[in-house]
């Protein structure tokens, strides 16, 4: 009889604690509902989607806002984000699988795999190349527009007739020439175009039924489309008041640079199929992956003092509390991998301007509490 008393009891507690954990959570989710409403009201994003992993599986997916101004159509959980520069980290993915399979290894020099390099090219490494630490002149033109009219052949001449920017390995500065090498370089070792590569072997794994490559001119069902707060006025940039149009190309050879369309779970399904070990079957390899290069002065350099180091496709938060591995994609979409708090984070917008690698630490702070407003570990203050 007392066992059964006892029993009960024990049960009883169980099952306490289990629905004080769910209305927790509940609390939680709702409380960054409310907080992202906030930031999407202050920053003129239209729409979001984000999605959260703890444990190896999705705790939070939710979306908000309007996909398609003109036709006031709602975002929803399969509406399609354009994830930009995030392709970079899909790309030193395919450059580690390659590692694995002992076709290539990242301190081989870009002449092995490629003829007709300028001289001053043939040394540099992929390791610098994927790190934004080569030197390469940039193929993006002043008008941040792909060179050559967006025809390979033509790109990679001009892009072959510029001097080299600075010594290999002496600073860190963002290029999307490298990237286009890294490109060719998987597409000859695989056998397929590296498109198909990515969507074989990391597409089809984890899963990302909706995700796809593509850019404005192609026709996305679903697709949440770009807008912006900057129009250009002659040889600069004027802010609106309200959201426009924002057209971006990313020609086929240029997509290992741009040009992934996805959805929040999507890219949370990929997350945890790279850390489960279904895309690398090596902890060192992802190891390596999210290492960030030392330049020769013996220091690492980034984006800003956030994102202050540069792995392979991924831009790190390197510092001593909550270091983070955190990709990020045209001010409009970011992911932050919280390295020692099993934590991650993505939000997709469909604003060029919503900088969600600004407030991607304050989301993290309502899941860890020692990141709470008070100590936001060097994240920018939301304005008006």
Excluded: C
Excluded at 308 to 325: I, K, M, Q, S
């Amino acid at each position: 009889m007392k066992f059964k008393i006892f029993a009960s009891i024990f049960f009883i507690q169980i099952g306490l604690l289990v629905a004080f954990a769910k209305a927790q959570q509940t609390s939680t989710s709702d409380s960054v509902d409310t907080f992202l409403k906030s930031v999407m009201q202050k920053r003129h994003i239209p729409a979001l989607q984000i999605a959260i992993i703890r444990g190896g599986k999705i705790i939070k997916n939710a979306t908000f806002g309007t996909a398609n101004l003109e036709y006031n159509i709602k975002a929803n959980k399969e509406t399609i984000f354009s994830v930009n520069s995030i392709t970079k980290a899909f790309v030193g993915v395919a450059v580690m699988q390659l590692v694995e399979e002992h076709k290539l290894k990242i301190t081989d020099q870009l002449s092995l795999y490629l003829d007709s390099l300028p001289d001053s090219w043939k040394n540099i490494t992929l390791q610098q190349v994927l790190t934004h630490t080569s030197g390469l002149p940039d193929l993006l033109d002043e008008e941040e527009q792909v060179m050559g009219h967006n025809d390979e052949q033509e790109a990679m001449k001009k892009v072959k007739s510029l001097p080299i920017e600075f010594k290999p390995g002496q600073k860190f500065h963002y290029n999307q020439t490298g990237y286009v090498l890294v490109g060719q370089i998987i597409t000859k070792l695989s056998g397929m175009h590296f498109t198909r590569f990515i969507e074989e072997r990391q597409f089809k794994v984890a899963g990302m039924e909706l995700t796809r490559f593509g850019d404005s001119y192609d026709v996305i069902p679903n697709y949440a489309g770009a807008y912006t707060m900057t129009r250009q006025k002659g040889d600069g940039f004027v802010k609106n008041s309200t959201p426009g149009h924002a057209y971006m190309q990313f020609p086929v050879f240029f997509r290992t640079a741009a040009g992934i369309q996805s959805t929040a779970s999507d890219m949370a399904n990929w997350i945890i199929a790279l850390k489960s070990g279904k895309l690398l079957h090596n902890q060192v390899s992802i190891d390596l992956l999210w290492s960030p290069a030392i330049l020769t002065n013996g220091k690492i350099g980034g984006f800003n003092r956030l994102t202050n180091g540069y792995a392979l496709g991924w831009p790190t938060v390197t510092r001593d509390e909550h270091p983070a591995v955190a990709p990020v994609g045209g001010g409009r979409s970011a992911l932050f991998i919280y390295l020692k708090d099993d934590l991650s984070i993505v939000v997709l917008t469909n604003l060029l301007q919503g900088n969600p690698d600004q407030f991607i630490d304050e989301i993290a702070g309502y899941y860890i509490p020692e990141m709470k407003e008070a100590n936001r570990l060097g994240t920018i203050r939301l304005k008006e």
